[in-house]
């Protein structure tokens, strides 16, 4: 009994100091990672932004199984939308980029290939939009920025599914919900520090809105040059943060791996120590 029990106790110390060396493994890989890249943010902007990125990411990303499907969708999504929405475009030899909105593609030839990217997008927007905000700690500003985000992606996905009003309502829904839903991201980012990122996302936010507003008021409706320029960065923000999100991953998984690795020959040099 005296032998089990002194076992117990050795069992359960090696699984607290094992804990707690990987915690502190991590913490200090964590700080020497950042404190490198800080040491370098007086000399080169790069470097800064880098530390400015990482630092506030590791307040507010927590990778899980949702984050790889996250990462795919941000920067597969853009990229095949806004694509298959430019090669339609450019497949239409009466198109016009001052004259036409991207929508008059639907009433021609090249329509299944710009609905298709349209759609596409959509799709991977809400999915993109669910799947970060399970990769981000709870905040209700994360919930209600991927709200927005994923009711815009099916907004853009209808774009690609309706005529007419309908249509039209559609469109409009997309591309103002969708910068509030990155205002609302920014605001989030914002309350980390640094707040570069919070800071960049708020001012794409205004700026997509802008251009849109600017546009109407202009040509008083939605024309290619404004509606291509609010996804570019709508779609851009995307691509780039579902990027941020498979490096701060990466990251942190290398730290936990490093971390787990070096504890058991630390357990047992304390394991060594008197209790």
């Keep these: 009994m005296v032998y089990l029990k002194i076992r117990r106790q050795i069992a359960a110390r090696q699984e607290e100091l094992s804990a707690q060396h990987r915690d502190q493994s991590i913490g200090a890989a964590q700080s020497g990672e950042l404190s490198t890249l800080k040491r370098g943010d007086k000399r080169n902007f790069v470097q800064a932004a880098l530390f400015s990125l990482e630092e506030g990411a590791e307040q507010n990303i927590t990778p899980n199984k949702f984050t790889k499907v ?51 997008a959509g799709i991977s927007t809400m999915v993109y939009s669910i799947c970060l905000a399970k990769s981000l700690t709870d905040r209700a500003a994360n919930k209600i920025g991927a709200g927005l985000l994923a009711f815009s992606g099916a907004a853009l996905s209808a774009v690609g599914l309706t005529s007419g009003i309908e249509h039209a309502v559609a469109a409009s829904i997309y591309f103002f919900s969708a910068p509030a839903g990155l205002m609302v991201f920014g605001v989030s980012m914002y309350e980390d520090k640094p707040k570069l990122g919070g800071v960049v996302t708020m001012g794409l936010s205004a700026a997509a809105a802008a251009i849109m507003l600017s546009g109407y008021e202009i040509v008083h409706r939605f024309t290619a040059p404004f509606e291509i320029s609010e996804a570019a960065i709508l779609g851009g923000w995307v691509a780039v943060s579902g990027a941020v999100l498979a490096i701060i991953s990466k990251v942190k998984s290398r730290r936990e791996k490093k971390a787990k690795q070096e504890s058991p020959v630390q357990v047992q040099e304390q394991l060594q120590m008197p209790f």
């Design 70 to 120: 996250a990462v795919a969708t941000g920067l597969i999504g853009p990229t095949a939308g806004i694509g298959s929405i430019l090669a339609a475009a450019e497949l239409s030899p009466w198109f016009s980029w001052s004259k036409n909105a991207l929508s008059d593609i639907l009433k021609h030839p090249m329509a299944p290939l710009f609905a298709s990217g349209v759609i596409e």
